[in-house]
């Protein structure tokens, strides 16, 4: 089976958007999504592997739908005689499918692809024919996190029956855009999406984010720019929570060209990038305002110094990790996505670090020889 990426399947998606009035391309998804979902909850059960082509619901909902069915081409499907749309090989694909479903679905203010209300798994095709009428994508996918594990699980989410370790909290100094960053957070939004907590502010052009608007993803990222059909299509900038840009023209959701600039103003250079390396190790502060006397030297990019990080920890840049919880967290103390491996090597070598609080001993009368 030929290699598809997420992109493709993206664009392919787009596409029948683009073809077909929203609730025909609603509703072609919403069943496609249940063909899916059965094939990864039942992955060695044939039946769930075929379309029937004469089946009402795939005749009234799937196939009339333009541009369908170059996309279950593309997940791996075959036709198998007149009646049948057989998929044998490896189902990557189809998780692959349902994570682009899913990244659109989240670019819809208002569609939920169906309604909300819970249905026994049925096979579309093969020997049982059930109604779709009540199953919705929501419900699907919700199933399908389950029993699969893929980047929509790991959505900041805290069990309760998992005991986390306590907080701890550190001061914090925000100036400039940081602080503009965190602000943004307590502005009431023109549409929120609840499911995938992210939020848009801007106008709407049938059921499309359209014009210039914001977009916030859950972490705090936010796109401010211009959209057209629900895409980051013209100039725009992406602002991290760390006061970052990120500014680039957009073609369809994808950077054409771009820049990044840190908080402080400093642009990163790809091609030739020499920050802080010998011979010139100074700071970006430093290079604007001079370097400070004796005894007086940054140790950060920060003329105010490092942010407090507790005791015992390491500073992250954007928090600190913590080592004798394995977890990072912001300078709020909000939990942060640990870090990889790779990452801990340089962080436990390289990374500034705050010493443990040692217990005073000197009176202690074991200590003598």
């Known amino acids: 089976m030929a290699t598809i990426t ?6 392919l998606i787009s596409d029948i958007f683009r073809k077909n009035p929203d609730d025909v391309s609603i509703e072609a998804l919403r069943v496609l999504v249940r063909l899916l979902t059965n094939i990864q909850m039942n992955p060695t059960d ?33 036709d198998k005689g007149a009646e049948f749309l057989t998929i044998k090989e490896k189902l990557d694909n189809i998780k692959l499918c349902l994570e682009a479903i899913e990244e659109i679905k989240e670019l819809r203010p208002g569609s939920d692809f169906g309604r909300d209300s819970s249905t026994p798994n049925t096979p579309i095709g093969g020997n049982s024919q059930k109604s779709l009428e009540s199953a919705s994508i929501t419900d699907q996918l919700q199933a399908y996190r389950v029993q699969q594990s893929s980047p929509l699980s790991s959505l900041p989410k805290s069990p309760e029956n998992i005991e986390k370790p306590p907080t701890k909290v550190s001061p914090n100094k925000r100036t400039g855009r940081a602080q503009e960053a965190k602000q943004e957070e307590d502005h009431e939004p023109d549409f929120k999406l609840e499911w995938s907590g992210s939020s848009y502010d801007g106008p709407i052009k049938d059921g499309w984010f359209e014009g210039f608007g914001r977009f916030r993803f859950p972490k705090g990222v936010v796109y401010e720019g211009e959209f057209h059909k629900g895409e980051f299509h013209g100039k725009g900038t992406l602002i991290f929570p760390n006061g970052g840009r990120y500014k680039a023209s957009w073609d369809r959701g994808r950077a054409v060209d771009g820049e990044y600039e840190y908080y402080d103003g400093l642009k990163y250079n790809a091609q030739d990038w020499n920050y802080c390396k010998i011979p010139d190790r100074r700071f970006y502060t430093e290079i604007k305002e001079g370097l400070r006397p004796a005894g007086a030297t940054l140790i950060v990019n920060d003329p105010q110094g490092p942010n407090e990080i507790p005791p015992g920890t390491y500073d992250i840049g954007e928090g600190y990790y913590d080592p004798s919880v394995k977890a990072a967290y912001s300078y709020e103390g909000e939990e942060l996505e640990t870090p990889m491996d790779s990452d801990l090597i340089d962080i436990l070598k390289k990374y500034r670090y705050n010493p443990a609080e040692v217990q005073d001993l000197s009176d202690e009368e074991d200590l003598l020889v």
């Open 6 to 11: 997420k992109a493709e399947l993206l664009s």
């Open 46 to 78: 044939p039946k769930f592997r075929s379309i029937k082509k004469t089946n009402e619901t795939i005749q009234k909902k799937l196939l009339p739908c333009e541009g369908v069915l170059p996309l279950i081409y593309a997940i791996g499907y075959k």
